[in-house]
């Protein structure tokens, strides 16, 4: 099998590999911010959310149900920060998937990858990055939504967590973010071989 990468494209591929799953884990993963509502544990990612006060009919009483799920709907989503968080950082992870798939084909194939092209899919990532980056610094925003300071004693704000904690996915979604904007796009510079140029 021919490769369309030099050394520092194989490099290149496993790199975005591990910073778009990286990211991509992140997003999904329901554990952007910790807290507690009635001495239950409960966690909300952008669009997702562990643990849930209802209504418990027979006991005339609301009771947490600890399971984990999306919103119902979009519009379910507490803040409208979140929800463009959601879109934002949902966008930069599909760029980073794509280029990381892109990437390891590259592995494979040899002329898919030529040092132009290398050099755009770094520009999608640093893109991708970006976007990821920036739905990280949007969530802070939501924290003064009625569902999250429920959750942190009814203490948080915007950039206040009152007694609630960031969790691992948001570091690992802004670490993957870190690892596409400065690593991979470096490194795509130097992934794609130069093209052999046939005389017609």
């Not at 952007?32 to 009919?57: A, I, N």
């Not at 966008?91 to 390891?104: D, E, K, Q, R, W």
């Not at 050099?119 to 999250?148: H, K, N, T």
Request: proline share 3%.
């Amino acid at each position: 099998m021919a490769s369309s990468l030099t050394c520092t494209g194989m490099i290149w591929a496993l790199v975005s590999l591990l910073s778009a799953a990286a990211s991509c884990v992140g997003f999904f993963m329901p554990y952007w911010l910790l807290g507690s509502q009635m001495d239950k544990p409960v966690s909300f990612g952008t669009f997702r959310r562990c643990s849930y006060p209802v209504r418990d009919e027979d006991r005339q009483a609301t009771i947490m149900l600890e399971q984990c799920g999306r919103y119902a709907s979009f519009q379910g989503i507490p803040s409208v920060e979140w929800r463009i968080c959601t879109v934002v950082t949902g966008v930069g992870c599909g760029l980073l998937l794509l280029v990381a798939l892109t990437a390891v084909m590259g592995c494979c194939i040899s002329e898919l990858i030529s040092r132009t092209i290398g050099r755009a899919a770094g520009g999608m990532q640093f893109l991708g990055g970006l976007l990821i980056g920036s739905g990280c610094a949007l969530y802070p925003l939501g924290w003064d939504s009625e569902e999250v300071r429920q959750t942190c004693s009814n203490r948080s704000d915007q950039f206040e967590l009152g007694s609630c904690q960031i969790g691992w996915a948001y570091y690992c979604t802004g670490a993957g973010a870190t690892l596409a904007m400065i690593l991979c796009t470096w490194l795509a510079c130097f992934a794609g071989k130069k093209q052999k140029q046939y005389p017609y």
